[in-house]
């Protein structure tokens, strides 16, 4: 079993930034390594469909990003401590919306990953409201 804790969202003015941490745990890691899981970011904001934010391969070493955060929002992760990082940068208030990270093991290409469906695991999200 996967756990994925999110952390980090908050109250921002516009064109602030946050940092936004999903850290995983579980029995599943006593067998398996942190790092054969690709994770994802996706964010949902009321009355609307859960989108695609970005996503990050295992090793780290391929990172992918929704076309509407690229170059504002940087995805990252550190396996030796089991955490994604999700650098959001130039916010708006059209990123106000739940984050979520999700983990899968494997996978590849972004079609993949901007899927939710291929997600095994989601944590619970954390909050990003964005003020005008």
């Known amino acids: 079993h996967v756990q994925l804790v999110e952390s980090g969202g908050g109250l921002v003015q516009a064109g602030g930034s946050l940092r936004l941490s999903c850290a995983a745990s579980?029995?599943?890691?006593?067998?398996?390594?942190?790092?054969?899981?690709?994770v994802g970011w996706f964010r949902q904001a009321p009355g609307k469909e859960r989108e695609f934010v970005a996503a990050v391969t295992g090793s780290g070493g391929t990172t992918y990003a929704a076309d509407s955060v690229k170059g504002r929002f940087t995805i990252s992760r550190d396996n030796a401590k089991n955490t994604v990082t999700l650098q959001v940068r130039s916010l708006g208030p059209e990123d106000t919306a739940t984050y979520y990270c999700?983990?899968?093991?494997?996978?590849?290409?972004?079609?993949?990953?901007?899927?939710?469906?291929?997600?095994?695991?989601w944590g619970r999200g954390t909050q990003v409201t964005v003020s005008s």
């Open positions: 579980g029995d599943t890691f006593s067998s398996d390594s942190f790092s054969s899981y690709s």
């Open positions: 999700a983990a899968v093991r494997g996978g590849f290409g972004r079609t993949y990953f901007s899927n939710p469906g291929v997600y095994s695991y």
